[in-house]
């Protein structure tokens, strides 16, 4: 991403972001609520245009991309959402195979999905879960489900929006253990948005901190420990020199 630039009305939300992965590399995303690191995910794979910059993949550019090229570049870079809801109605393996469905450009045979499936749901600790219902399922396991589904599509890069949202500290560990030796079975590269700090400096090779719609500092998680924005260093420390807890 080179000088991305997004703006809603008079609000530059992405203003001049530069950003790099590398292949197999994980990368930790973090930045203050509202900084525009969904936004900046949406933009990376084609879902809202940038007002400026530009997004390459293996060397094209994302805008101008055709529909074949864009269904491809979909296929290979799956997506985890912020909020990754499951179908309800559906059981865990017709919402693991449902990507397989939308973003293939050739159907599968029944017999190869039905396989994908359970390598997917083995892939994450899940083997013999498929007829269940998601509200069957724990917070945990139901994030487990979700990464899965974007697995099935054997992914080379996954961008996720917060994979830990709402888990206790155990299932975030567990997650991010997940995350981490898929990542380095199948050489997928990633970018994770996420809060949490702990779980960004145990998996991400890279950090990179987003304010003001720039990335203000990035680099491996010792450099960021010891950056010398006072900013950086404040964020992920959680440090408030505001002073907003004792006015409360
Ligand atoms: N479709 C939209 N229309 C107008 N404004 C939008 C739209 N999508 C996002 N925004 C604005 O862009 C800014 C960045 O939003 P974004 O969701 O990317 O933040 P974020 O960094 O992901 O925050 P959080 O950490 O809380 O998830 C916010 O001010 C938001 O209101
Ligand atoms: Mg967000």
């Not at 992405?14 to 995303?29: H, Q, S």
């Not at 900084?35 to 245009?49: N, Q």
Request: negative net charge; hydrophobic residues 45%.
């Amino acid at each position: 991403m080179r000088g991305a630039r997004k703006r809603f009305d008079d609000h530059a939300v992405l203003d001049g972001v530069d950003l790099a992965l590398r292949r197999g590399e994980t990368v930790a995303l973090v930045g203050p609520s509202g900084c525009g690191k969904t936004v900046l995910l949406k933009c990376m794979i084609g879902l809202a245009p940038l007002d400026g910059g530009e997004i390459l993949f293996d060397g094209a550019s994302v805008a101008a991309m055709g529909d074949a090229a864009r269904l491809d570049l979909r296929r290979r870079v799956g997506l985890m959402f912020q909020y990754n809801a499951l179908f309800d109605s559906m059981t865990v393996g017709e919402n693991v195979a449902y990507g397989l469905h939308e973003r293939l450009s050739h159907p599968m045979a029944p017999a190869e999905v039905d396989e994908r499936v359970a390598w997917a749901l083995a892939c994450v600790g899940l083997t013999g879960t498929a007829d269940l219902r998601p509200e069957e399922l724990s917070g945990g396991m139901r994030k487990r489900v979700g990464l899965a589904r974007t697995m099935a599509l054997r992914p080379e890069v996954i961008l996720y929006d917060e994979p830990t949202m709402g888990l206790d500290p155990i299932n975030t560990h567990r997650i991010g253990a997940l995350i981490d030796g898929l990542h380095k079975s199948y050489g997928i590269a990633s970018i994770m948005v996420t809060h949490d700090m702990k779980l960004a400096f145990d998996v991400a090779d890279r950090v990179a901190m987003m304010h003001d719609g720039r990335v203000l500092g990035e680099g491996t998680p010792d450099a960021m420990r010891a950056h010398p924005d006072v900013r950086v260093r404040d964020f992920l420390t959680g440090t408030d020199r505001e002073g907003a807890v004792a006015d409360l």
